[in-house]
């Protein structure tokens, strides 16, 4: 029977959340009852601080990754890697790298997005000073700027963030590559490995 | 008409509409009666849900444990949910708000058996809830309280509206998710990645872009029909066949590069990358599979032009067009030229030549995408922002307007130069000049007014004007005589060809 190990890395995510507590306060989650009870991973699962990321499970018995929905902040998928018993030390070394490149691109685009967010606000309520203009209406309900006003913020906030976005591309398009051409190896080598087994088979005892 | 499909299809709803017209004339209402106690005798598990227009909103007949209820959907603005939780499409269902519903004719959902109360549709009248309701118009308001009773777990939360810069409405909540009910709901969403058969063919065009590569394909076979020479079905099949893998090959590799910025952007999210329908090396697997046969085949069965040109645009496109998006606004302008090089692609692989008349296709597509991607491009500025894309709608904003402008007045000197290149006759700057009049005027508005709908407009008008033109450019072509007087090409008014033109 194949024993399964799963594990999040909530190092990452704990890191993530004092980032975004500095920067903005953010719902935080409890782990929900189904997760706990179903608890069997050797990671364990840490409340309150990392609660913001959903503390799924996979069944023991499943052989394959699990993803996930979107994340609330950053929009990407989270995965949760499938450990196989007799991991190769290539297999080891792809899985890391994918676990890491997420950790670090989940990181990337949930501060993008929260200083995307802060700004546009900030910038809309300066606008909206300038203008004399309250935040919100009569109705309550918040005050827009056209898009024609909006465009300026755009065109800042690219211009302010155009070598952070530039070195975030070389780096993912680089982590990209070495993903795939890894992910290429370790196919190669498992193809291999099946066609080596079927190999010893045949040249084996028929009487077994 | 509306009313029939009401009755028909609302099984309780019907079946009080039912007794009112048994009631009154039997006879007459002999035969849909008949119809309508047999429909609410199917198991309720078969009911679809559905929707019917009713005039200035959406009504939704949705199922939720055996009960139907009937809401009033408002229709939705772009919903930029980046602080709220993004949720899986196929999972949305929203709850309105008191203030859209305008006739709240009753309160309590219908009772949960509604088995036993159609089985009794010619015996006894229905219940008191749904008799009193009327049959055109059905709104069972979601109360916070009632719905909790119903169904806790279904309940879901507006997610708040903060869409785009010019239409920020605060939808107000009615009710809010519970924190329960939301890990719930997100645990479901976690999928297992493996490879699901009977999806890879979706998957697979999506990846390859299906719909954008069946336009190029489009715009090569015209390259290659407006040639001056014989038609050669082989080869015009091969041509099309290796420019559509070609395409394949590149739109698969653009969204493998492209897997966290199509996450973060509205347009995108819902590719195969992103959703982990299949691997990274899968995509790129498909990419080869498609782009190796793809260029040999044009390489070979066509002629060596056409497969340099192939394989030059799949390099444009993956190598300079996508990287570039993020780093200049050239993109753009090497966008266009990965646009232009299909119809030239069909040109040589007919003529094998890079003719005059292979470059002024090019151009035609070349002048087109400017008006075409520039109106697409304004309306999805804030998407391109946080993105990290440079275009020219988010930095150079009068630019963009000014050369879509200019582009599309483009198209109307470039349709002058058909004739004088003889690839058309002289009809053809005629007969188009009211399609390209019209989305130069369209880009004058555009760029006088610079709104979302002017962009809009100009946007929808380049979908269809493009495929016009290359039609009408080949109803126009310039009719082919050589010295043995073999097959004319059909043209609207035959000129005299000269002498040179003969091959």
Known sequence: MARCQYRGNTKEWRRN???????????????????????????????????????????????????????????????????????????????????????????FWTNQNITFNKEKDAFILSQLKEKGLTE??????????????MAVFYKHFLDENCIRHANYNKDWYRRNFTITLLMGRVAFHNIWRTLAERRGWKKGSPTT | MYKSTCSVLTGLVGVSVNQKLLGRNAIRNHQSARSLIQMPRRDPSQW???????????????????????????????????????????QIQQVPTIDHVPMVTDVTPPPPQPETTT???????????????????????????????????????????????TEMLEVPHVQVESDEAREARLERQWKELKVDLAELPDVYAKLAKIKLTALVVWTAAAGFAMAPVPFDPATFFLASLGTGLA???????????????????????????????????????????????????????????????????????????TPLKRLSIINTWVGAVVGAIPPI?????????????????????????????????????????????????????????RVALRHSLGLIGLSVLGPVLDVTTWTFPLVSLPINLYISYLAFRFYQKGDRSSARKLFFCSLWHLPMLLLLALTCKKSRTDKEGVAKTLSLAPAPLPLAMQN
């Open chain 2, 247 to 321: 395409s394949c090959t590149a739109n698969s590799i653009n969204q493998y590069f492209e897997v966290p910025f199509d996450s973060n952007m509205n347009r995108t999210k819902n590719r195969p990358l992103v959703r982990g329908q299949i691997s990274p090396l899968h995509a790129v697997g498909f990419a080869l599979a498609c782009g190796v046969p793809g260029i040999t085949m044009l390489t070979l069965a066509v002629n060596p032009l056409t497969g340099a040109l192939g394989a030059l645009n799949i390099f444009l496109y993956t190598c300079c067009y």
């Open chain 1, 17 to 107: 959340d004092r980032l975004a507590k500095r920067n903005g306060p953010l719902p935080m989650r409890r782990i929900s009852a189904n997760a706990s009870r179903r608890c069997s991973s050797s990671q364990p699962t840490k409340q309150g601080n990392s609660a913001k990321r959903s503390q799924f499970i996979p069944a023991a018995d499943s052989k394959h990754d699990w993803i996930g929905p979107p994340h609330s902040l950053s929009n990407l998928r989270p995965i949760i890697y499938h450990i196989p018993e007799n991991e190769t030390e290539l297999e080891k070394q792809l899985r890391t790298l994918r676990q890491e490149t997420e950790d670090w691109n989940h990181a």
């Open chain 2, 119 to 165: 089985t009794n549709v010619t015996a006894t009248p229905v219940s008191s809830p749904v008799s009193t309701v009327a049959a055109q118009e059905i709104l069972a308001v979601l109360k916070p309280t009632s719905s909790k009773t119903v169904s806790p777990p279904q309940t879901k939360a507006v997610s708040s509206a903060a869409g785009s810069g």
């Open chain 1, 136 to 149: 919100r209406d009569e109705k309550g309900r918040k005050r827009a700027l056209n898009s024609e006003e």
């Open chain 2, 345 to 401: 692609m069909g040109w040589t692989a007919a003529t094998g030549a890079l003719d005059p008349g292979a470059l002024l296709l090019g151009g035609f597509l070349y002048c087109w995408q400017f008006p075409h991607f520039n109106a697409l491009s304004w309306n999805l500025r804030e998407d391109y922002s946080r993105g990290g894309y440079r275009m020219m709608s988010v930095t150079h904003p009068g630019m963009c307007k």
């Open chain 2, 48 to 90: 679809m849900t559905f929707q019917h227009l009713n005039f200035l909103k959406r009504q939704y007949v949705m199922r939720s444990n055996n009960a139907l209820y009937q809401r009033a959907k408002p229709k939705q603005t772009a919903i930029l949910t980046v602080l709220e939780d993004n949720r899986d499409d196929s």
